[in-house]
Nanobody, 126 residues
Framework: QVQLVESGGGLVQAGGSLRLSCAAS????????MGWFRQAPGKEREFVAA????????LYADSVKGRSTISRDNAKNTVYLQMNSLKPEDTAVYYC???????????????????WGQGTQVTVSS
């Protein structure tokens, strides 16, 4: 009964910023690593960012490194993705995901995640 609900997507101009949120319920959030993935029309779902269960380490795709920050607030059972200097190629549906098991390191592998949110649309205009 794990539920992940993303929010914060929208339409922004190139160079703008967004902060995506993912609220989790149904599991001890603080024990699980979290990740963000995105999928553009006609393309495979790709890794964006991940954070270790403890928050002590993070991982980013090269395409967003330096422009994005993943963080978590365990008191709110929420993980965030702050995206700056957005580009048209960032346009996609962004999905929040939770690792299959607790106490795991950050991972860029889609198969390492067992639970997914419904996605939130990010559109960056040129």
């Amino acid at each position: 009964q794990v539920q992940l609900v993303e929010s914060g997507g929208g339409l922004v101009q190139a160079g703008g910023s967004l902060r995506l949120s993912c609220a989790a319920s149904g599991r001890t959030f603080s024990s699980y690593g979290m990740g963000w993935f995105r999928q553009a029309p006609g393309k495979e779902r790709e890794f964006v960012a991940a954070i270790r269960w403890s928050g002590s380490s993070t991982l980013y795709a090269d395409s967003v490194k330096g422009r994005s920050t993943i963080s978590r607030d365990n008191a709110k059972n929420t993980v965030y993705l702050q995206m700056n200097s957005l580009k048209p190629e960032d346009t996609a549906v962004y999905y929040c995901a939770m690792r299959r098991g607790p106490f795991m390191a950050a991972s860029a592998e889609r198969g390492d995640y067992g639970y997914w949110g419904q996605g939130t649309q990010v559109t960056v205009s040129s």
